[in-house]
Each structure stands twice: as C-alpha cells, then as structure tokens.
C-alpha cells in the first residue's frame, strides 16, 4: 500500500515517521520544503503536491492545522480521486466539514476515513499513541494495516464525524484538566505546601489524570512546551462549544475555559505554548510554580508494538430497549 502523507508539523510529523521506520512506502508533502528534505533524504519520496500524492498513492492522510487548511488541500486532490483511493483525515477538525469534503470524496468514487490522535506529541513520535478511527467498517478495516503503525490504540467510533466529535470532547476536557490543575498547584503553594510533593499527591490519588501525569511535570520544571499551542486549544475548545450549542446544552464551565484560554493568547501570544497558562496565576500571585526534578521534555518510555483495536461492549438487551 502506497501511502502519502501531507503535513509534517509537531504531529504529522512524528506520525508520518512511524509509517516511515516500519518501511511503509511513503510519499510526503508540506508547505515547509525542509521538513520534507528531511523526510527524503531518510528514504521517503518528495510527494511534489496534493494532486500528484492523490495520483500515486493508494492512500493520502492529512494532518493540518484547521478545518481551512484541509478543505484546500483536499480541493486540490479532488480531481485526482477515483475508486480505490482513500483520504484518512488525521487533523483535529469540525465533524461538518468532515462530512462535507467525505461526501465530495465519495461522489469522486474515493472512501473517506477520519482518525484524528489523542495522547501527545511524545506518544505521537513512538507510534503509541491513541486513535479514533470514524467512517464505514469496510473502510476503517482497510486503512487498519496502517493504523497499527501509527498508532497503539484504535478504536472504531462509527460513522463518518463521530471520530472528530469524540476529539474535541477529550480535548476539551484535557484543557479543563490543565486548567484545574494550574489552580490546584498554585494554590497549595500559596498556602506552603512543597510543589513536589503536592505533585505526588495529586498523582497517587482521584485527582490525578494524564494531564497532571505530564504537562504538570513541564509546568514545574518550568519549561512548559508541551508541543501544543494556544490557538490549536481555543480551535479544539470552540469546537466543542460549538457541538454543545449544537445540541442545545447549556454548558456553564465551557464558556470560561475559552475566556480563560483567550486571556493566555492576549498575554503570551497566540502562539503561546498551552501549559504557559499557569504564568495567569504566576502574575496574579507573584508566585513561581516550579519545582526540582521535573523532566523538561516528555519521553514515551513504552515500548513500541503493533498496535491493537479497542473493542466496544456489545450492548445489553436492556440497553438495546
């Protein structure tokens, strides 16, 4: 299976690296002509466009930074989609306009998969991390050989959109997470608590997460790069809003979180790193939220293994009802 791969950002990147190091055939595009010199000269093959990737591969993956940037990508491949090629949408994006350039793909002849990430750039770069695999089984089967390079769980969520649904949702309760726990630090510091320890606390208890389990550490080793930036959050979490009106639910703690979130751009910069967030609290307080013995960067220390499909509960009969 010839497999090309368009975006090779913090992400994309180190995904596209895992079908390379397991000897995937691979074509590579991105705007950046050095991340792809990069990628050639360690054997993959200068991808040239979208069009001329949809052309020769058997399979194109996307992983962009907006719902805009993967609408033009795909208005290029289109012409070149037919039966037998398939587009996997890797970017975290809005579930309508998964299914509005699907239904262009299928009107082609082509198939439509939509597998965005969870777990982070560190799982990202040793091909364990999560997926979310939506569209139809034959599909998502099909892509499934691929899948299982780039990543350690996946799980089919149904249809086309659900995956994209499911994505913003974690990553929104990520950022309430990152939020809560910014609160949770600062405050035992201000009442004396060690910042290690309290640390510990937190990660032996209900409190803990995978968060706290890791951008908790580059917060109080003070380098707070986490690989993920402040507008990539407020894209996710408006997102989210956006489904939650949607739906007609009044969310209550949503609404602050973009507020919140939306004071950490105009302070740091658009750009900014997410987990610099916690520099809010630090202005406010005139406290410094570090600690000795924190690791500056997240290393995945989990072996890398093929990986394997989440398999749901069948329902019950009472549910069924």
Not at 46 to 54: E, F, L, R, T
Request: glycine letters at 10%; a negative charge; charged letters at 20%.
């Amino acid at each position: 299976m010839k497999a090309g791969f368009i975006g090779l950002g913090n992400v994309g990147g180190k995904l596209a690296g895992s079908l390379l190091r397991n000897g995937i055939p691979l074509w590579v595009h991105d705007l950046d002509t050095g991340l792809v010199a990069d990628f050639v000269a360690r054997g993959a093959v200068d991808g040239v466009s979208p069009a001329a990737m949809m052309r020769d591969c058997d399979v194109v993956i996307t992983c962009l930074p907006s719902p805009a940037a993967s609408a033009a990508v795909m208005a290029e491949m289109l012409p070149e989609m037919k039966p037998g090629k398939t587009w996997m949408e890797m970017s975290t994006t809005d579930a309508d306009e998964i299914l509005l350039l699907g239904a262009k793909v299928e009107a082609m002849g082509g198939v439509a998969v939509e597998c965005p990430v969870s777990g982070g750039c560190h799982r990202a770069d040793t091909g364990n991390i999560s997926i979310f695999a939506g569209g139809p089984r034959s599909a998502v089967e099909a892509v499934m050989p691929l899948l299982k390079h780039l990543g350690r769980r996946i799980l089919h969520t149904g249809d086309l959109g659900t995956a994209s649904k499911l994505k913003v949702m974690t990553n929104y309760l990520a950022t309430v997470h990152l939020v809560a726990l910014c609160e949770a630090l600062t405050t035992m510091k201000a009442v004396g608590l060690d910042l290690a320890t309290a640390y510990e606390a937190i990660r032996i208890s209900s409190g803990t997460s995978f968060v706290h389990e890791t951008e908790s550490q580059l917060i109080l080793s003070g380098s707070r790069d986490v690989n993920f930036t402040m507008d990539l959050v407020m894209k996710d979490i408006g997102l989210f809003q956006k489904l939650a009106e949607t739906g007609g639910v009044p969310l209550e703690m949503s609404p602050l979180l973009i507020e919140i979130m939306a004071d950490g751009q105009r302070r740091y910069g658009p750009r900014a790193q997410s987990d610099r967030i916690i520099e809010r609290l630090e202005d406010a307080t005139g406290l410094k939220i570090l600690a000795d013995g924190f690791p500056t960067v997240l290393i995945d220390d989990e072996p890398e293994e093929e990986g394997y499909e989440i398999l749901r509960p069948a329902p019950s009969a009472a549910a069924a009802e």
